[in-house]
């Protein structure tokens, strides 16, 4: 493969160093989240790199314990370090619909390493055929961590399927790649204040 032959997707994987386990994944994925937006969308955004600039003071009074803005529409999350010398942006998937999209101030509540996937009520009442746990390991859909916020089934964790970062994939919450959410893990506590946009 040349890299003029490279689509996004592969781009994407390989960014996310998640092409190795983009096969045996991706059929598995969607059947836990519904449809990842198509390619042939017309308003399917193609540069994961178009973040929009965001500033934390037009969102934050201060940066105590830190601070995330989750943009739903530029898809991507944005970190400050308390004494403000970090400043990050990641990539990820979004909610699927406005429907499971909830805007507002909320914090995080807990970290958990190598989370368990239990599907929400309204995930089952939607898709009664969706197992009733996913244990850890490359099928679950939060794949290494989950950051819970203190909007019940609401995280930021990370991805079984590389494909779904920078589209509309999700039923509510944010999904980074791995890699990105394992560095985002070591950065943020219980308290980190969150925005979502």
Known sequence: M?????NRRQILALAGGGLASLPATSAL?????????????????RNTMAFRTVEWRDHF??????????DSASRA???WSEDENTYLVYPCSVPMT??????GRTEIVLKRREPTWIPTPNMRERDPTLPAIVHPGPDNPLGTRALNLSWQYYRIHGIDDPA??????????????NHHVEQLFELVRV????VVI
């Open 2 to 6: 040349t890299n003029a032959n490279l």
């Open 29 to 45: 994925a969607q059947s836990f989240v519904g449809e990842i937006e198509s390619d042939s969308v017309a308003h399917v955004r």
């Open 61 to 70: 009074d201060n940066l105590r314990h830190g601070a995330i803005i989750c």
């Open 77 to 79: 999350v944005h970190y």
């Open 98 to 103: 406005e429907e499971f999209t909830r805007r």
């Open 164 to 177: 779904k970062i920078g589209r509309r994939a999700s039923n509510g919450c944010f999904g980074l790649f």
């Open 191 to 194: 308290g980190t204040q969150v």
